[in-house]
């Protein structure tokens, strides 16, 4: 449930940055309002949340590298920006790290 709750906050998360994107330097009025509320939900209501319980580090490296990992797709799905191979070997390497601390950590709540 707390990983549930924490990927729902890393969503609103990439959507807040998404619309940070479309906001075009806060001079669209929706997008800047989007991202405010979306950043606002992720922050005080989700991942505030998951700190009670999850240690703040590991709560904050799933938080930035399953956040990474989306928005990159995002900006490449809807925004066109491209990703060369050492992006994706990158990124891949982040999903590993991800893993390896969810699979063997000890500091990882189970």
Not at 24 to 37: E, G, K, N, Y
Not at 55 to 71: E, N
Not at 95 to 106: D, E, H, R, T, Y
């Amino acid at each position: 449930m707390l990983y549930t709750v924490l990927v729902i906050a890393i969503v609103f998360e990439v959507l807040g940055t998404s619309a940070m994107q479309a906001a075009q330097h806060f001079t669209r009025l929706a997008p800047t309002v989007l991202m405010v509320v979306c950043y606002a939900v992720a922050f005080f209501f989700f991942l505030s949340y998951t700190l009670r319980y999850i240690p703040v580090g590991i709560a904050y490296a799933l938080w930035s590298g399953l956040g990474i990992v989306l928005i990159s797709g995002v900006g490449y799905i809807t925004f066109g920006q491209k990703l060369d191979l050492a992006a994706i070997l990158g990124l891949a390497l982040i999903i590993a790290g991800v893993l390896v601390l969810n699979l063997f950590s000890k500091s990882t709540f189970h």
